[in-house]
């Protein structure tokens, strides 16, 4: 009983935590560093990036975009990279790219409370879910966070 109470209670201030941290993604002209400082397992990476890739092509249609992706060198920044790639999203990563279709992304991945908390991040978009890590690779533990802004003009 005393854990169908608190559960609630820690995904909503999880969330809420998530989209304040959010509002501090963007800098003056561009999106903060990507990184990934949780440990995860390779299956446990590319689950959750696949799934939050999932949701990100909810958002922003595969096929005519191209992602601007600067990876940390992570499992996760390459299975991110590679789950983007299976979605049918063309992703550069050390080219310079110009033009309207190019969306830059940052990731955050760090551990909290036992649990670990992704956030993908465009200029316009922030989606934010939290996972449980097991046998299996991982679980999502929360509903999906989306955060749209409108966009802004580099300063």
Known sequence: MHRSILLPRLVAFVLCAALLAGCQTLGGAG??????????????A???AGDMVGRFAEQVGPGTTTIQLKPDGSIFGEALES????????VAT????????TVGL??????????ILVR??????DLTRMY?????GAT?????SIMQREAREPS
């Open 83 to 90: 789950s983007l790639r299976a979605w049918g999203y063309a």
């Open 120 to 125: 993908l991040s465009t200029q316009t978009l």
């Open 132 to 136: 449980q890590l097991g046998g299996e």
């Open 106 to 115: 940052a990731y955050v991945v760090d551990a909290f409370e036992g649990s």
């Open 31 to 44: 999106l903060v560093s990507s990184s990934a400082t949780a440990q995860l397992t390779p299956e446990a």
């Open 140 to 144: 999502p533990v929360s509903p999906l």
């Open 94 to 101: 050390d080219q310079v790219t110009e033009g309207t279709n």
């Open 46 to 48: 590319s689950l959750i």
